[in-house]
């Protein structure tokens, strides 16, 4: 386990579909973070978990956005009736209980047609 | 709302030269100044922090120049190398919630 996984890398979908991604921390890290990030921009925090409990959602966190993390281990994103403005890539980030040491994956692409 | 402001937007350096990007944060509490460093298809990378009791920090060719009353700090890369050539964030850290990134200054080294 020598880093953050994420799953697909590039998913291509039609307006209206439901997407899910999903993230494998690195294993020992309590803390997992989703962040979204568009061209040119740094990336946006949207949700992280401490364990299984999510503990903080910004506010770019639509109704049509959901995250989970059974288990305290891997954690999906799930984005209902996807909208073009959903396009970007879609990071997810693992750090131990306290750090500032996020730990990246190499994102999930998502482009909305 | 932004918390963090970073300059410049992009920033072209010759070889060797000297390489300063800067940030400016608001009035908040945070643990941490991290930067990060990103390449294209990759995700961030943590490149070097400081804590706000510190005026500088130096890792190899990278500082950081720290300033608290100014709110503001900065990243140094000396004797700038193609290799460098990157997306930089700078970044806030606060132990009780998350990170916070700038929106980024892309980095050309010419060789």
């Known amino acids: 386990d020598t880093g953050v996984s994420q799953d697909p890398r590039h998913k291509i979908t039609k307006r209206g579909q439901n997407v899910t991604f999903r993230c494998d921390p690195i294993?020992?890290?309590?803390?997992l973070y989703w962040y979204r990030q568009t061209l040119g921009q740094g990336p946006e925090f949207l949700t992280y978990f401490q364990n299984e409990a999510q503990l903080e959602k910004s506010r770019l966190l639509s109704d049509r956005f959901s995250a989970e993390r059974p288990k305290g281990s891997f954690s999906t994103l799930e984005i209902q009736r996807t909208e073009q403005g959903d396009s970007a890539m879609y990071l997810c980030a693992s750090s131990p209980r306290v750090g500032y040491g996020y730990t990246f994956g190499s994102g999930t692409r998502l482009t909305v047609v | 709302q932004q918390q963090v402001k970073q300059s410049p937007q992009s920033l072209i350096v010759q070889k060797g030269g000297i390489s300063i990007i800067n940030c400016a944060y608001e009035n908040t509490a945070f643990d941490y100044f991290p930067w990060y460093q990103q390449f294209p298809g990759k995700g961030p990378a943590l490149l070097i922090a400081i804590r706000p009791d510190v005026s500088e920090k130096k890792e190899g060719r990278f500082t950081i120049s720290f300033n608290k009353s100014a709110k503001q700090f900065s990243l140094h890369i000396m004797d700038s190398q193609p290799g460098d050539s990157a997306t930089y964030f700078c970044a806030l850290y606060s132990s009780a919630s998350k990170i916070i990134f700038g929106s980024g200054t892309r980095l050309s080294i010419r060789p």
């Open positions: 294993s020992e890290h309590n803390r």
